[in-house]
C-alpha cells in the first residue's frame, strides 16, 4: 500500500492513474473498524483503485465536540487497510488540506439543518466541503459512504447534483455488532455499563420493526410513541420519521404505508457519547 501524505503527491500519483483505470475513495476519519472495511470490500467491486483516506477533519467538529479527543489509531488502520489489498492510502495533515487564507465552503441548504444539524450547526457545510476537496484530490470515478450516516449520503449526493461533480456516489448497508449496535468509531468511548445501555438503540429499532410487522397501518404518531416508550430514561436528542430524499419531517397523521421512502432516524446520548442510527421503513413492509 502506498500512503500519500501530501496533496501534491496524492495528485501526482492518482492523476496518472486517471482515465487508465477506475479510481474508488472511501473518505474516512480513521479508527477502522469492519463497518469501513465493508465500504472498501465494495470500492473494490466496482474499480480498479482503491484509495482510503483517513484525515479527522477540524471543519466538521463543533468548538465543545470531540476533535481533539477524537481517536487517532493510524498503525492498526494501516494493518487492516493492508489486510484487505487497498492500493493507497491518502493522509494529508490539515495544514496541508486547509492552508493559511482557506476561505470558502460549501454552504450545504436545508438538508444540512434538520435531524443531526440541528444539534451541530456548521457540521454538514464541514463534511461537504471535505469531501469536495478530496474527490478532487483524488480524481474520484467513485466514492463510497455507509448508511449509517444517511444523512451525510444525501448530503453527498446533493453535493454531486448540485456542482454536477463527475463521480457516483455508492452507499453501503450499516454494519452491526452481535446486539445490533451500528458500528461507529466512538463506540469505543463507552464505558461497559454504557455499552450495555447502547443496546436499546437497536432495540428501538426492532420494536419499530415488529410494531409495523404486525400493524400494517401504524401512523407516524403510533411509531414515535412506540420508540419513546422505548427509549425512556435515555437523553434522545431525536427520535423522528423522515420522507423523501431530502429527509423531511413526515406528518404524524400519514399512514406509513401512504409514504414513499419513510425512515426512522435517532439520535441519542449514551453519557458523554453520541450515538445515532436510521432505518428505512419501506422495505419492512
Ligand atoms: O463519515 C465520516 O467519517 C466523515 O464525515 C467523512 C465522510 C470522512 C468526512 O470527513
Redo the contacts with the bound molecule.
Sequence with gaps: MLVLDTIRKAQEVLGQLKGKETIALV???GCLHEGHLELVRLAQKHSQKVVVSI?V?PL?FGANEDFDKYPRTLESDVEKLKSVGVQYLFYPNVHDLYPDGFSNQVQVGELGNRLCGRFRPGHFNG?AT??LKLFEICRADLAV?GEK?FQ?LQVIRNLVRDFNLPLSILSCPTIRENDGLAMSSRNRYLSQKERELAGVVPKTLRRLRDELGTYPSATVYDLLATARKSLSGIEVQYAEITEGANLKTAAEEALISDLTSPRFFLAVKIGNTRLIDNMSLKELR
Design positions: 473518505p474516512t476519519m484525515f477533519n466538521q463534511v471535505v469531501c459512504f450516516d451525510q
